[in-house]
């Protein structure tokens, strides 16, 4: 299995409250990604990084920021946090540049905003 | 925009009966298809993957073939074991280009019954 730990794994917070999620790997992948997974939307992307402070938005940035300072960990921040966002949240790494690397997930996070 | 299709939403079969997922992608310069399975409470993992310039892979009981002049994807189970019951998810990529355009289909969930 590849090598992404999510942290922490749940979490149960409060409307309006910050929360960071953590994404670590040991792979050495450039390019590493947020998706949440709610159920009949399967998983959408939040966003991705494509190396060291390089970041874009996916399909549902609206709500979330990231950073990404070292290769190895990708931060997602819930800068106020709604119960819309309430979901179960992925990491994932993958496609280094042309090299058909498929998509790894780490085992998620699951959040709740009350 | 770009989408993928897929179904059936749900499906069950009676242990031993085969099982066909199919995924209907819009995107053209779509170029890998993965399938990935995921058992409840855990991580999407991926089960087998097709490249356009072939028509069929197999691997043990699980096959995917591909018609890209009609875009569709399918997932074949044989065999159906109480251990396949998951959710199934199917993606379109275009490999020329970065995971960001990943499409994923919404999943089938399967239920095999002993």
């Known amino acids: 299995d590849a090598g992404i730990t999510q942290s922490p794994r749940h979490k149960v917070t409060e409307t309006g409250t910050p929360v960071t999620l953590r994404c670590h790997q040991t792979?050495?992948?450039?390019?590493m990604y947020w998706y949440r997974q709610d159920p009949g939307h399967g998983l959408r992307l939040i966003h991705y990084?494509?190396?060291?402070?390089?970041?874009d938005k996916g399909e549902v940035s609206d709500g979330y920021s990231v950073s990404r300072s070292k290769t190895e960990d990708f931060l997602l921040t819930l800068e106020s946090a709604t119960s819309s966002q309430t979901s179960v949240y992925f990491c994932?790494?993958?496609?280094?540049?042309?090299?058909?690397?498929?998509?790894?997930f780490g085992d998620g996070t699951r959040l709740s905003i009350l | 925009g770009e989408n993928v299709e897929q179904h059936p939403s749900t499906l069950s079969v009676q242990e031993g009966d085969s099982a066909v997922i199919k995924c209907t992608y819009s995107d053209s310069a779509s170029n890998y298809f993965p399938w990935y399975k995921q058992e409840l409470g855990k991580r999407p993992q991926l089960i087998i993957d097709i490249r356009s310039n072939v028509g069929e892979k197999k691997d043990q009981r699980i096959a995917v073939t591909l018609n890209k002049t009609a875009k569709h994807f399918s997932l074949h189970i044989t065999e159906t074991q109480p251990e396949d019951s998951a959710v199934y998810f199917c993606a379109a990529i275009n490999e020329g280009t970065s995971y960001d355009k990943v499409i994923f289909g919404p999943g089938t969930s399967l239920s095999v019954i002993p």
């Open positions: 792979e050495n992948h450039r390019y």
């Open positions: 994932a790494i993958g496609w280094d540049g042309g090299s058909n690397q498929p998509q790894h």
């Open positions: 990084s494509y190396g060291v402070k390089d970041t």
